[in-house]
């Protein structure tokens, strides 16, 4: 059964760092390229940013270019993001994603919840 399980998420001050992790289990992790998608109150599902299977690319959505860096590390199945430089807009739920293909991308123009599979969630709150 495929398992994903976020942490790190709280209550951080404008400009603050967090670091969201995804801990993966059931699956050949390093098979996947993975997703952070996050969604704010009130508004739709919003990729930020993934990671292919190896690690050598990652592409991230331009509001967080430059502040957040996702990592993986396949040997312990997981997966992280860095984020930096936060602002009140990027209070949101982060949901870890996993590509339901082997060895694919997708580009996630418009996210729904049937894309993959999908930990709970972690909330991430900035607010002075």
């Known amino acids: 059964e495929v398992q994903l399980v976020e942490s790190g998420g709280g209550l951080v001050q404008p400009g603050g760092s967090l670091r969201l992790s995804c801990a993966a289990s059931g699956f050949t992790f390093g098979d996947y390229c993975m997703y952070w998608v996050r969604q704010a109150p009130g508004q739709g599902l919003e990729w930020v940013s993934d990671?292919?299977?190896?690690?050598?690319?990652?592409n991230y959505a331009d509001f967080v270019k430059g502040r957040f860096t996702i990592s993986r590390d396949n040997t312990k199945n997981m997966m992280y993001l860095q984020m930096n430089s936060l602002e009140p807009e990027d209070s949101a739920v982060y949901y870890c994603?996993?590509?339901?293909?082997?060895?694919?991308?997708?580009?996630?123009?418009?996210?729904?919840?049937?894309?993959?599979?999908w930990g709970q969630g972690t909330q991430v709150t900035v607010s002075s």
């Open positions: 990671i292919a299977s190896g690690g050598g690319s990652r």
């Open positions: 994603v996993r590509d339901p293909d082997r060895f694919s991308r997708h580009i996630l123009r418009k996210v729904t919840s049937t894309f993959g599979y």
